[in-house]
Structures are given as C-alpha cells and as structure tokens.
C-alpha cells in the first residue's frame, strides 16, 4: 500500500480528534496525515504539512534525539512535554504522546498527539498572578489577617497580624497552631471569654460577626469575623484585626471636644472659609442673645460690629489670613443690648495642602472682669471710705510732677492736714458717725482744691493735698481755704458741731526732691502748729527737721537710761510754816546721762507724755518712792512722799491695782503715800476720775491737786472729789508779796481751802519775804529753794533726822 493511500485511510482517523495529531511514517519520520488542529497548531494548510519532516517542526536539540529514540524503536509509547515550532518561528509548548501503530501490514508508523499547552500556561500565569497579587494585597492591607480552616488549622496570616500579636520570632518561622493560639489566649485581658467567643463562633460557620478586644498592653483591638466561601459552601473562616487603640483614643477626643464646645463657658462659633457660621455653643448663644437658628449661616461680620471702627472685621482677616490668628479686646454692639467688652481669640483650621477648612471663634464677656479690674483699682488706688487717692495714686502723679518739675523747672507744695481733736467724736459718737464726718471734710476739702490738685486720705484724720504748679503764695492760699472750708460748722444726723484743722506746708524743691521727704516735712510742720495750740497752718523750716531729730534722739536715750538705771529720784522737802518742822517730801524724777548731762526734767518730761513713755517713768517712780517711804517708815522717821501723776498713767486701766499692789507689797502705811494729780485729769472724764479717786481714797492714801489755778478750776470737782490738798502753782507765788493779783490769788486760794477743809502747799518759794506772806495767809506749809532744792535719798534723810516734828 502506498504512502498516499495510507494517509487516506488514517486521515479520517485523525480528523476525528479534538486535539492536534499526526501520522508519521516510522521510517523516514515524514508526515503522513494531520488533522486541521495539528495544521492550525502549526499555521500551515494540511496538504503543506503532509510529506514534511517531523523533525522540521521541532524546536529545541533534545526533539532531535527524542526522533532518533523513536526511529530506534526504543518506546513503543512515548508521552512528554515539549515544543513544537510554528512556520513562524514560535515555539509552542505541548503535551506529545507518540504511539506506533500500523499503518498497514508492512508500513508501521506513529501517531502523534498533541495538546496545546499555552492555554493552560496562561492560565497558571494568570492564576500565579492572582496568587501574587492577593499575597500583596494581605501584605498590605493595615489590617491584620488570620485564616482558618473548617477544623480551625492556621491556612495562612500576614505580617501586620503578627505585628498586632506580637507573634515571638518561633512562630514566625515554624509554624505551631497550638501554641499560636496559646499566644493570642496569653495576649487579651481576658482569656476566657475570648476562648468562649471563638468556640461559639466555630459552632456556626457561616456567622458574621464583630467585637473588640483588650489586650495586656493597653492597646485596644477591632475583630471581625467572616465565613469563607468554596462554589456556595463554608471553607473555613477570615479574621481580621485592626488596632483602633487610636480611633478609640481620637473618638474620645472628639467626645470630649464636643462636650468642651457644649459646656464651654467661652463663646464658641465655627464658620466656612467664608466666614459664615456653621456652628455655635450654647454660650454663644447667651452672649449674643440669639439662638442657634439665627446664628447659622450669619456673617461673622456681624458679630462684633463696632459703629466707631468700621475696619475692625477687615484687619482681623487680614490678620487671620497673614498670622492664623487673632486675639484682642473688641466691644460687641448688638441691638438694644448695651455695648459689651469682649475677649476674643480667633484662628483657622487649614487642610494638609494649607487650604482653609474653617474658621473657630472664642470670646467671653469682659463686662464682670472690667468691673472687678476696677475694683480692685479702686481699692489699690483709692482710700475705700472716701474714694479719694490713696498714697499709692498720689505716689504715681507726684512722680509724674516731680519728672516734669525736672525737666521744666517747676514748683509744687504739698499739704500735711491733720484734723484736731477727732479722736474725740469718734470716742463719744461712735466710728460709724466719725466716718460721716470724715467723707464731709473730704468733699469740702476737694471744693477748695483745682481739677490739676490732688487730696490723699492717708488714714485715720491724715489727708495730703498735692498743690500741682504751686508756689509759696499758692500753698498759703490754698490752706486758708481748707481752714476757712472746715471753720464752717458741721451738722450730721441733727447734730452740730465743728471740726479744725492744723496744717503743714513742704515746697518744692526748696524743701525736698522726694514725695515722702516732702510729706515727712510737712507732717513736721503740722505737729509744729499743734504744739502752737492748733488750728492754723506752718511752713516747713529745717530747724524743724533738726528739732524732730533731736527728740528722736532723746527719746531713745531716755528708753535707754530707763533700762540702764540711769534715772534716780529726788525728794523736795516740804516744811510746816507754823512749826518749821518737815513734814512731806515730793518725789522728783531726774535723769543723768553720760552724753547729754544732767537732763532737765522739763525737757524729757514733755517728751515722755507726748511719746507715751510717761507711763513706764511714772510707774517706776511709784515703785521707788513707795519703797523710800517704806524705808524712812522702818527706821523710824515715818515721812509722806508725794508723786507725780500723769494723765496716761492715771488713764490706764489697773493704775488703782498698781498703787494697791506697791503699797501691800511694800508695806507701806497707805497714808504716807500721796498722789499730785492736775486739774486736767479730773475734768476729761469726770464720772470716771470720781469712781477712781475714791478707789484710791479707798486704800487711804493721800490725794491732791497739783499746779492748782493753772488749769480749768472748778469749785464743783473739789467739793465732790476726796481731795486733801492744795498746791499753789510756783507761778503765783514768784510775784509774791508786791504783785497784787499774785496776793489776790494767793489770799483767794488759801481762804476757799480753808473753808473746805483742805491743806495748801505754796511751791516754788524762794525768798524769806515770800513766806512770811504765805504765813500770814496761813498757808499750812511750803517748798522750794529758800529751804532745799531737790535731795538724792540720802541727803534728805539727813535733813529728815534733823527736821522731823517733834512727837506729840
């Protein structure tokens, strides 16, 4: 049978494969039949192909020798994969499966099947693709993914699921599902019911679910759970986690931000880039008045319209747009409402690309905090009673006088104005009443003074008057017209009364450069007009100042010496004019100091009163004199001692328990103590002065009356008051005899005594001459120079022993 004839008999053989096949003789390894699969595979007609050698169509070295196998007869099957080239060159991968069969009796042959393996190839390519491409897409994800297989065995994870878990380096590279899942158990805060959940949720396949979990870190983790799905059935199950330990953390953020923005007691409004409000808070809406529907969608504009600054708005954008912020005080004009302070802080909110996103908008009323500000100015600045500048105030504007004063050369006085006697109205009306009058002297004091002039209170009755641009004959004037301002009576709650002042004057810069030098000066001053019997004005002079200094001194040393045991007492016999016999001593002070010498009494004297120190000198005399007395007393010689008693010392409250105290303690007989009180003392609180002195006459000692005729004498106090002596001030006996009114007074004197039964003591005799006259008037007994002066203890004792009265 001839070639042709079997390729006829196998080409309807090969037709009918699906796939490409050939017949190929097995001697010369031509192409005998193909069917169009195999021609279409190749890209030639099957009548070119037909003759052809196999081995043209092969594509690579190894099909030369498969052929040579094959023409060997070393298979009678062969199946491989390989490649086939095209007429154009391409090779082509196929699956080849060479068979022999027989053609013919005589004719053995091949058929060569072939399967086109690119699709396939493509497909794997496509697949391997999707493959890579999914495993990026696990990678990448934020979320960390776990899947799971219908029996829970670990398919797969990526590595953000093991960086959410923390997964240890020995999971990551040998794969354990036990010890896995110990790990995840180990990690959440609480194990248990995290292993329930995945329990219950493996009993139902195709259950979506969610929750979150708590792990041991802090950290706060999103879990959702999916059903995988093969051709309609449940293949396993996909978790995935997300961290939203963030979201959580910004959630509550925005919570509270959202309760700030509600609570807030700061106006808040939001607007859009074009400054039309979106949103505002409930304060907002209290401050403006209106209402969050009103609000919305209104011009930022509108809410802090100024009629007096039309370009508020548009340098606050500008500055918005240029600085992203804005802060500063405005005023809110709305409406009927009043004009209202405002606060205001105002930024914008811009995107990643610096577009602007919003505008936000916070303010507060300033109307309470202004108002406070200016209280507390006012109580900073100003006196609370009055309302007057306080020295602080008066500080700043002389400051601002004195630096002008500088510059141009000129003038001021200041005014030192302290109101005389006002402790009195405030003792016996009260301090409610005192602080009437001193807002009425205040307000009269302000009439004399011009819109430039200043009036300080400093406290208590102390005002400074700052007289700006004022010369000497300004401040004169100027301090007339407050005396002649305060002259005028006085009338309060249905009283009248009046009420002086003394003023003290300080120029400058005559007197002083500095606001306090020139107050301390005037203060001088003014006490120099008290000193003068009040109600005037002085200028300051500098011996005032050296004057101040020196009773600073004095007072000093004076404290010194008390605590040095520098003062002694002197004793100032007093002799009976009828018998010449001594019969009391006065018990004076005297100060020795080894800088200023002997210091005279009527020098530290005064200064003691009016320092207060009078009272610690006075009580200390009373200590010594009753402690001499009691001497004498012991050794026989039994003699009065009389002291001086002050108004303060009298004035103090346990005086009567300190004069009991000294006699009781010293053992003295009450009677040999007598106290010199003055005039002034039993007028200034008669009611008082009476229950006191007859506490004291209670004790038995001997009261009198001292410097009798200088003081306010009132024949009432002496008839009422236990008084039993009289002592004629010197004054009235220098005279003696040739002054007539001196022997008037005298006589006068020694008469009313008589009549009511009192001693008189005539002080200050001198000359012979004079006692005589006082022994012709019956003065009971005298002292003074014409017997002895003042003697240290000793030396009166001695004149004591030779002096004492003979014993009845």
């Given amino acids: 049978m001839n070639e042709r004839a079997v390729a006829a008999g196998w080409s309807s053989l090969v037709e009918a494969l699906i796939e490409p096949a050939w017949i190929v003789d097995a001697v010369t390894l031509r192409i005998l039949a193909v069917n169009a699969a195999g021609a279409a595979l190749i890209g030639l007609p099957e009548q070119e192909l037909r003759g052809r050698p196999a081995v043209e169509l092969t594509a690579s070295p190894e099909d030369l020798y498969f052929w040579e196998d094959v023409a060997a007869g070393l298979s009678d099957s062969i199946r491989s994969d390989t490649l086939v080239r095209s007429i154009d060159g391409v090779a082509i991968p196929v699956e080849r499966s060479v068979r022999r069969v027989r053609l013919s009796a005589d004719a053995p042959g091949f058929l060569v099947a072939l399967r086109d393996l690119r699709p396939q190839q493509a497909a794997q390519e496509q697949l391997e693709t999707l493959l890579a491409e999914l495993r990026a897409t696990l990678e990448s994800t934020a979320d960390g993914i776990l899947a799971l297989d219908l029996q829970g065995g670990v398919r797969n994870y990526n590595r953000r699921f093991a960086e959410i878990w923390e997964l240890p380096e020995t999971l990551l590279v040998q794969r354990d599902d036990a010890a896995l899942f110990a790990h995840l158990a180990a990690r959440v805060e609480e194990p248990e019911a995290y292993q329930e959940r995945l329990q219950f949720l493996a009993q139902f396949p195709l259950l979506e679910a969610s929750d979150t979990l708590r792990l041991r870190s802090g950290r706060s983790i999103e879990r959702v759970s999916l059903p995988q799905y093969s051709r309609g059935q449940p293949t396993g199950r996909v978790f995935a986690f997300r961290d939203i330990t963030q979201t959580i953390d910004a959630q509550a953020r925005l919570r509270l931000a959202a309760r700030v923005f509600e609570s807030s007691l700061d106006a808040i409004f939001i607007t859009d880039p074009q400054y039309r409000l979106l949103a505002a808070n409930p304060a907002c809406e209290r401050l403006t008045g209106l209402v969050q529907a009103q609000l919305v969608g209104s011009p930022a504009q509108s809410m802090f319209q100024d009629p007096h600054d039309q370009g508020l708005f548009g340098r606050v954008r500008q500055h918005l747009q240029a600085d992203g912020y804005w802060e500063g005080e405005v005023e809110r004009h709305s409406g009927a409402q009043p004009a209202r302070a405002v606060q205001v802080s105002w930024v914008l909110s811009r995107d990643e690309a610096g577009a602007v996103q919003h505008s936000i908008c916070f303010f507060r009323d300033l109307t309470e905090k202004l108002a406070a500000q200016h209280r507390i100015e006012t109580l900073a600045y100003r006196d609370v009673l009055t309302g007057l500048p306080n020295r602080l105030l008066l500080t700043q504007r002389v400051d601002f006088a004195l630096r002008m004063a500088e510059r141009n050369g000129g003038a001021f006085a200041v005014l030192f104005l302290d109101l005389d006697r006002f402790k009195n109205i405030n003792d016996s009306m009260g ?378």
């Fill in 431 to 808: 301090h409610a009443f005192g602080d009437r009058v001193l807002v009425e002297v205040a307000e009269r004091i302000k009439m004399c003074l011009r819109e430039v002039d200043t009036l300080c209170r400093l406290g208590g009755d102390e005002f400074v008057v700052f007289l700006q641009e004022a010369d000497a004959h300004g401040a004169e004037t100027g301090a007339q017209r407050i005396l002649q301002a305060l002259s005028r009576p006085f009338e309060i709650e249905g009283m009248s009364f009046s009420v002086g002042c003394s003023i003290g004057v300080a120029l400058y810069p005559e007197d002083g450069k500095t606001l306090n030098d020139l107050i301390q000066f005037a203060d001088t001053a003014m006490y120099r007009v008290k000193e003068h019997g009040r109600g005037n004005f002085r200028f300051y002079q500098p011996q005032m100042n050296v004057d101040v200094l020196s009773r600073m001194k004095m007072d000093h040393a004076m404290r010194q010496a008390m605590q040095s045991q520098r003062f002694r007492l002197f004793y100032q016999p007093q002799i009976d004019l009828a018998s010449g016999a001594l019969v009391a001593a006065e018990a004076l002070a005297r100060w020795s100091d080894p800088e200023l010498g002997e210091v005279s009494p009527t020098v530290f004297i005064p200064l003691a009163e009016e320092t207060g120190f009078i009272i610690t000198i006075g009580n200390w005399v009373l200590q010594q004199a009753v402690q001499q007395a009691r001497a004498w007393q012991q050794a026989g010689m039994p003699v009065t001692v009389s002291i001086n008693v002050s108004a303060l010392q009298f004035q103090q409250a346990d005086f009567v328990e300190r004069v009991e105290r000294a006699v009781r303690e010293s053992g003295l007989r009450p009677g040999l103590l007598e106290l010199e009180l003055t005039e002034s003392i039993l007028l200034k609180d008669a009611k008082e002065a009476l229950a006191r002195l007859h506490q004291l006459a209670a004790l038995g000692v001997a009261l009198s009356i001292d410097d009798f005729g200088t003081g306010y004498s009132s024949l009432s106090y002496l008839k009422r008051f236990p008084i039993s002596k009289l002592k004629i001030d010197r004054s009235f006996v220098t005279g003696l005899p040739d002054d007539e009114g001196d022997r008037a007074i005298v006589s006068a004197t020694i008469g009313m005594a008589r009549a009511l039964k009192l001693d008189v003591v005539a002080e200050g005799v001198e000359t012979e001459a004079q006692r005589r006259y006082l022994q012709e008037q019956h003065c009971a007994s005298y002292q003074g120079y014409l017997c002895s002066p003042a003697l240290p203890a000793e030396a009166f004792e001695r004149l004591l022993r030779e002096r004492l009265p003979a014993p009845v």
